[in-house]
């Protein structure tokens, strides 16, 4: 049973263009939390999705960020426009139910901007 | 807002002594409490949990003690390994809003 999977482990984009991570939760998980670790922080909440639902974004930025979990395929985090501040590690956990707290991550996918 | 605080960035232990590391939050509506593990260039993985009814909770090495009065936690581990090395995040969640929101991490090194 393969884990929470996420690719590209490793991202490079030019500051204006966009960025796609994207994320394949366990099999059989629903739910679809992203988190943002910025250089020396901790990991802070981004998005909750459920299949076809954004269930909590309240940690998203206003601008430039969006993210998708469609019925088929993996859960999409988008950033257009980037800038040297979305550097960052972004990781992706999945869940059986939602109140599984035991939320399994994936690797998480480095974005450098330059 | 930080509400799951780790004050010590960092920390040292020998091997085979106990580590301690500490927690503080604010939010008196957390239900759940979580330690994650986390090595370089991946994800967090689950270590261990406690719900806000409990005051211990005890897997192993591991132990987690639960103050609510004073809106604390902390992990123990012992005996420690080199093993144990890692970036240590707590981490807390409201089963209202369903989401879990981490301190800043902790990261523990053994010393042989």
């Known amino acids: 049973n393969a884990g929470v999977m996420q690719n590209p482990r490793h991202l490079v984009r030019r500051r204006g263009q966009e960025a796609r991570l994207r994320c394949s939760p366990m099999k059989g998980h629903s739910h679809v939390y992203w988190y943002r670790q910025l250089p020396e922080e901790g990991l802070k909440f981004m998005v909750y999705?459920?299949?076809?639902?954004?269930?909590?974004e309240s940690g998203m930025p206003k601008e430039r960020f969006s993210a998708e979990f469609p019925k088929e395929g993996p859960s999409i985090l988008r950033i257009q426009q980037v800038v040297r501040g979305d550097s960052a590690a972004y990781f992706c956990a999945s869940s059986l139910q939602g109140r599984d707290t035991e939320a399994f991550f994936g690797q998480g996918t480095r974005l450098t901007v330059v | 807002d930080q509400q799951v605080k780790q004050n010590s960035p960092s920390l040292s232990v020998q091997e085979g002594r106990i580590s301690i590391l500490n927690c503080d939050y604010t939010?008196?509506?957390?239900?759940?409490f979580l330690w994650y593990k986390k090595y370089p260039a991946e994800g967090p993985t689950f270590l261990i949990s406690i719900s806000s009814i409990k005051d211990k909770n005890e897997d192993g090495r591991f132990t987690v003690f639960l103050n609510k009065s004073a809106k604390h936690l902390s992990l123990h581990i012992v005996p420690s390994q080199p093993g144990d090395s890692a970036v240590y995040f707590c981490?807390?969640?409201?089963?209202?809003?369903?989401?879990?929101?981490f301190g800043t991490g902790t990261r523990l090194t053994i010393i042989p």
């Open positions: 999705l459920q299949k076809e639902n954004i269930i909590d």
């Open positions: 981490a807390a969640i409201n089963f209202g809003n369903e989401k879990l929101t």
């Open positions: 939010n008196s509506m957390f239900d759940y």
